[in-house]
């Protein structure tokens, strides 16, 4: 997932070149949301059929029936986690540097720890503060003693915040779902919901690309972004989110900015300064740190 994400980040800066951001974003979204849909009807006939009750069929398939409850639940996180976020995701990187970017993203475990703790869902330890501690001197250290920023840079840093608080709310919201449901079906359903809401709002990004010369580079990159960035990587993140919690997931997160960096300074020419380099080192200590200090979900009766 973090190799996945990582280098997700250069692949789709280069591809806006020749395509609108927002006009990627819906159409990657589009793509995302009919293999999840196709997936996961697919999964629903067949483990009809078998009514399999593997682990490993439960990330496709679980037979509980979806309530009416469980679609405004999907609706929430169609709205916040796959419309909302999306956009400001996009804007943001469109705006600032990968580097930044990926490193302010880097914050969504604090965020998430502090919400999940708050409403019960994992005990954090010390160390696992100390760690998403070290992980924020890090993100400081590349934001904060960055090169003198570009125009717009400042809008993207504050939409990618903005964009990490909506995949917190997200995360945690998507979670309770998923004791019950598969992970590709939650996934799938709030995205097509939320790119059903994105795609209009995208229109006139997308009318006014021109389609017809988007090279094959480009488009592979649409391909890419869609099948692995959300498809399998999103599918990786829940299952992980329902096995281990919300919190320790999240952690892991705090890799992607490595990857992105050694990949934007490859493809994208991006420059590794010294503050950088101390800002990574921080990150990685503060995910062994967390390593060691694990969080303990906290198993719910129905759980």
Same mark, same amino acid.
């Not at 992980?135 to 993207?156: D, E, F, M, N």
């Not at 399998?232 to 999240?250: D, H």
């Given at each position: 997932?973090?190799?996945?994400?990582?280098?997700?980040?250069?692949?789709?800066?280069?591809?806006?070149?020749?395509?609108?951001?927002?006009?990627?974003?819906?159409?990657?979204?589009?793509?995302?949301?009919?293999?999840?849909?196709?997936?996961?009807?697919?999964?629903?006939?067949?483990?009809?059929?078998?009514?399999?009750?593997?682990?490993?069929?439960?990330?496709?398939?679980?037979?509980?029936?979806?309530?009416?409850?469980?679609?405004?639940? &999907?609706?929430? =996180? *169609? @709205?916040?986690?796959?419309?909302?976020?999306? +956009? /400001?995701?996009? #804007?943001?990187? %469109?705006?600032?540097?990968?580097?930044?970017?990926?490193?302010?993203?880097?914050?969504?475990?604090?965020?998430?720890?502090?919400?999940?703790?708050?409403?019960?869902?994992?005990?954090?330890?010390? &160390?696992?503060? =100390? *760690? @998403?501690?070290?992980?924020?001197?890090?993100? +400081? /250290?590349?934001? #904060?003693?960055? %090169?003198?920023?570009?125009?717009?840079?400042?809008?993207?840093?504050?939409?990618?915040?903005?964009?990490?608080?909506?995949?917190?709310?997200?995360?945690?919201?998507?979670?309770?779902?998923?004791?019950?449901?598969?992970?590709?079906?939650?996934?799938?359903?709030?995205?097509?919901?939320?790119?059903?809401?994105?795609?209009?709002?995208?229109?006139?990004?997308?009318?006014?690309?021109?389609?017809?010369?988007?090279?094959?580079?480009?488009?592979?990159?649409?391909?890419?972004?869609?099948?692995?960035?959300?498809?399998?990587?999103?599918?990786?993140?829940?299952?992980?989110?329902?096995?281990?919690?919300?919190?320790?997931?999240?952690?892991?997160?705090?890799?992607?900015?490595?990857?992105?960096?050694?990949?934007?300074?490859?493809?994208?020419?991006?420059?590794?300064?010294?503050?950088?380099?101390?800002?990574?080192?921080?990150?990685?200590?503060?995910?062994?740190?967390?390593?060691?200090?694990?969080?303990?979900?906290?198993?719910?009766?129905?759980?």
């Amino acid at each position: 997932m973090t190799l996945i994400w990582g280098t997700n980040y250069s692949i789709v800066k280069r591809a806006f070149v020749q395509i609108d951001p927002q006009a990627f974003n819906a159409s990657r979204m589009i793509i995302a949301s009919a293999v999840f849909l196709a997936i996961s009807g697919i999964a629903r006939a067949g483990g009809r059929s078998r009514q399999s009750t593997s682990a490993t069929a439960s990330i496709f398939f679980t037979p509980d029936r979806i309530t009416g409850r469980d679609w405004l639940a &999907l609706a929430g =996180l *169609g @709205i916040v986690g796959h419309a909302a976020y999306q +956009y /400001l995701f996009i #804007g943001g990187l %469109a705006r600032t540097s990968v580097s930044n970017s990926s490193l302010l993203l880097a914050a969504t475990p604090v965020l998430i720890a502090l919400l999940s703790a708050a409403f019960g869902q994992d005990r954090i330890s010390r &160390l696992h503060w =100390l *760690g @998403i501690g070290m992980s924020l001197v890090g993100i +400081y /250290l590349v934001v #904060g003693h960055a %090169a003198p920023p570009q125009k717009g840079s400042r809008t993207g840093d504050a939409m990618m915040l903005a964009a990490v608080c909506c995949w917190a709310l997200y995360t945690l919201g998507a979670r309770q779902l998923m004791l019950r449901h598969s992970p590709v079906g939650v996934t799938g359903f709030s995205m097509a919901i939320g790119t059903l809401i994105y795609v209009p709002l995208a229109y006139r990004n997308i009318a006014a690309t021109d389609w017809v010369h988007v090279s094959r580079g480009a488009w592979l990159a649409v391909l890419y972004s869609a099948l692995f960035a959300l498809c399998v990587a999103y599918t990786i993140w829940y299952m992980a989110v329902r096995e281990i919690g919300s919190a320790r997931t999240s952690v892991y997160s705090n890799l992607v900015p490595i990857v992105a960096m050694l990949t934007a300074v490859v493809f994208l020419g991006e420059t590794i300064t010294a503050a950088r380099l101390a800002g990574a080192a921080a990150v990685l200590l503060g995910v062994a740190l967390t390593r060691v200090g694990k969080t303990a979900p906290i198993v719910c009766p129905e759980e």
